[in-house]
């Protein structure tokens, strides 16, 4: 469900899934699961990598009411186990995190936010390709990245809420002070 309601349109590595029903019609679907990059998970936990999960998935039919998604995220987060729960918000899709914000998830900036160059990636042709994959599959066009907002949250009981905190390597910073972008902007933390 999730595959052909989100906007990518792929399915992704699901260690949780949670669904939203009414009576056997799937109304809504978020998913938390490994990050897909090693690297990512160093960088958020460095003593305990295992600990880091992405909510990689949400979808809530367009039908449900306003505020369903942080109602249905924060059900969700609570049945988890103790872990930092890692998402990203896709500003090419016009996303910002607001749903994140409504459910107090840190704001931790955005992705390259240290670099000082933007990054390009290779695009292919035929969109049903993915960009991984481009040059395998012919020509590509070279299109400048833009940033996704990154936010964290840690789950478990207060204790252990506290715990994940201490252990996170990313900041908690004040998206007011310091806004997140939808072009690459170099800011060295």
């Known amino acids: 469900m999730a595959e052909a309601e989100h906007y990518m349109h792929r399915k992704p590595t699901v260690s949780h899934a949670f669904g939203l029903l009414e009576g056997d019609k799937a109304l809504g679907v978020v998913t938390f699961g490994t990050p897909a990059s090693r690297h ?4 958020v936990c460095p003593s305990d990598p295992s600990l880091v999960v992405e909510l990689n998935r949400l979808w809530v039919h367009d ?3 306003t505020n369903t998604e942080s109602w249905f995220v924060s059900r969700a987060l609570r049945q ?5 729960v890692v998402s990203y918000a896709d500003t090419t899709q016009g996303h910002m995190g ?19 160059t933007p990054r390009y990636d290779y695009m292919p042709d035929d969109p049903s390709i993915h960009t ?11 299109v ?26 990313w900041p908690s910073l004040s ?15």
Not at 98 to 103: C, D, G, N, P, T
Request: aromatic share 12%; net charge positive; hydrophobic share 30%.
């Open 40 to 43: 990512l998970q160093m960088g």
């Open 63 to 65: 039908s449900m009411p």
């Open 80 to 84: 988890l186990p103790p872990r930092i």
């Open 98 to 116: 607001y749903v994140y914000r409504a459910l107090n998830f840190r704001y931790a900036g955005w992705t390259d936010m240290e670099r000082k």
């Open 132 to 142: 991984r994959d481009a040059y395998r599959h012919g020509y590509v066009r070279k």
């Open 144 to 169: 400048r990245r833009k940033p996704k907002v990154r936010y964290w949250i840690p789950t478990g009981n207060r204790r252990e809420r506290r715990q994940m905190e201490a252990l996170c390597g």
């Open 175 to 189: 998206w007011k002070e310091l806004p997140p972008p939808t072009e690459h902007r170099h800011h060295p933390l």
